[in-house]
């Protein structure tokens, strides 16, 4: 029986287990190897897979922490010979088995599956999910207890071997070798010596090689020359670049007006707060500075601190911890005193237990003495129960009747309605009216005649709004068309007036008037473009 969860890879793993075990064929004759035994055993592990699991999968988390993954196999299949081909192979086969196998993984696997009180406790108990408890003790958990003791020979026999193994080196014979007999090369002729070539004497080297060439300073001078002419041109170009038209569009004629615009408040509130009386910010800056300088002395003086802060704390986070340490020890000790005296408490609670043991164990045997009474005062009470029950059935089963009897009633005139509901003749055409309604009772229906009617208005709805936003649209564009004039109007005058306040100032500049014409010169310029 194959289970078809099973892949190939895991059967090969197996089947390389197998092939270390001595195929045993249970037969009169002198043991030989068995195919069918390896089938069998194989069949066995994957029938038995999940009691098998359990035990395994225990041994990997108790005893077999430091095993390896891939040796699980090997331990099914010693732990299914063990359950349930022991009787067959005899505990002289199966020690066999268990020796052609590494000693300290065998010890370790069955001392701990032969315990006694894993296999009367949590191995049982597991397997009764699986199977039947009363099917699993008999069956499986005492023949293992029955064979325990024998196996429990066994397990001292691999112990003994483990503590005496003694590491055996193999000694192999040196292997001498022979000499090969090769034809023996005949002398070779010495070669007669090529006379040595006598090298011709080149040409001297060429003064030109020291020196710079002509070519590169050639290159210098043109260089100095074009820089020349470039500065000139630079210079004339500087002095003609007002007079080129540039093209403006939308938002390049925004952008400057927004410029011009900025920079007229800005010269208006200059202007406002030298009215005001605003005077030299040389005092505020020098204010400033101090206060600054100030700021970060204390800044200094409060990183000094938090320095020194810190080392305070680790001093104090030193002392904590020995402190912490003392407090360990003191507890440690308690701690102690109180385990010595939990022990004792312990010893005399066992001892009280087993006396009561004692005491319960003899109960039980007096027990034992009324058994028979206590056995038929339990027969007749099952009795007297098994008879209620049955009345109770009885009744049941006649209620159910009765009921099955009143649904089948129920069904057989739901048919008949049925029928008769299928034998009225039906109407195959239909007139439609497009002036009513479908008639499925919904607050939003309608005729067809008035769904046309609807979307007529609709469509006329739609137009009119698309004419509305184009009309919007063609006056929003000559809006921005005009702004735009605006616009290019006002920047003219900035430029014309910039020009004449920039000639004004080289003028005075020229005649030694100073800034204060100048800020003259500004403010009328500036004043004559608000009032513009």
């Given amino acids: 029986t194959w289970n078809s969860s099973m892949s190939f890879s895991t059967f090969k793993n197996w089947n390389c287990n197998f092939k270390v075990l001595p195929c045993i064929c249970p037969v009169s004759k002198p043991y030989i190897v068995s ?46 010979l063990a359950t349930f081909q022991l009787e067959e192979l005899g505990l002289q086969h199966f020690s066999r088995i268990v020796k052609s196998q590494d000693t ?47 196996v429990q020979q066994l397990i001292e026999q691999l112990m003994d071997k483990l503590s005496n193994r003694t590491t055996t080196v193999k000694t192999s014979t040196v292997t001498q070798p022979k000499e090969f007999n090769l034809t023996v090369p005949k002398p070779r002729a010495i070669p007669i010596p090529l006379p040595i070539p006598v090298l011709e004497k080149g040409p001297p080297v060429p003064p030109s090689t020291y020196k710079p060439p002509k070519e590169k300073k050639q290159l210098k001078e043109v260089k100095i020359k074009n820089r020349q002419k470039a500065e000139v041109s630079v210079l004339s170009s500087c002095s003609s670049i007002d007079n080129i038209p540039i093209k403006l569009n939308a938002a390049a004629i925004l952008r400057e007006g927004a410029l011009y615009q900025q920079k007229m408040e800005q010269e208006l509130k200059r202007i406002e707060n030298l ?22 002395e204390e800044q200094l003086a409060e990183i000094e601190c938090r320095r020194l802060q810190g080392k305070l704390s680790h001093e104090e986070a030193v002392l904590a911890h020995q402190n912490v340490t003392q407090e360990n020890k003191k507890k440690a000790d308690l701690m102690r005193e109180e385990k010595a005296e939990l022990m004792h408490q312990y010893a005399e609670k066992r001892l009280q237990e087993q006396k009561e043991m004692r005491e319960l164990v003899e109960q039980v045997v007096e027990g034992h003495k009324n058994a028979k009474q206590a056995k038929l005062k339990l027969q007749k009470y099952k009795q ?93 564009k000559q809006a921005k068309e005009q702004l735009l004039l605006d616009k290019l109007d006002q920047i003219s005058v900035f430029r014309a007036e910039l020009g004449r306040a920039a000639a004004l100032n080289v003028d005075s500049i020229a005649s030694g008037l100073g800034a204060k014409l100048v800020s003259c010169e500004r403010c009328s310029a500036f004043l004559l473009l608000l009032f513009s």
């Fill in 275 to 296: 009215l005001r009386g605003a005077g030299d910010p040389s005092e505020f800056l020098e204010w400033q500075k101090q206060m600054r300088g100030k700021d970060l």
């Fill in 384 to 476: 007297q129960i098994v008879q209620e029950v049955s009345e109770e059935n009885r009744e049941l089963l006649r209620q159910a009747l009765e009921e099955e009897e009143e649904k089948l009633r129920k069904r057989c005139e739901l048919i008949q309605q049925i029928r008769a509901i299928e034998s009225l003749p039906i109407l195959k055409h239909k007139f439609v009216d497009l002036t009513e309604t479908g008639g499925h009772g919904l607050i939003c229906e309608m005729s067809i005649v008035e769904l046309r009617e609807r979307l007529a208005l609709l469509r006329e709805a739609q137009k009119a709004a698309e004419e509305e936003k184009r009309d919007q649209i063609i006056h929003e």
């Fill in 35 to 80: 195919q069918k035994f390896v089938l069998e055993t194989l069949a066995g592990c994957i029938q038995y897979k999940s009691l098998l699991d359990v035990v395994v999968n225990a041994f990997f988390v108790r005893d077999g922490k430091y095993c390896l993954i891939s040796e699980r196999n090997l331990y099914i299949v010693i732990c299914y």
């Fill in 104 to 150: 300290a993984k065998m010890h370790k696997f069955l001392r701990f599956f032969f315990n006694a009180l894993y296999l009367n406790t949590w191995i049982k108990d597991e397997w009764s999910r699986f199977y039947d408890s009363l099917y699993v003790k008999e069956n499986w958990i005492d023949p293992l207890l029955r064979w325990q003791p024998k």
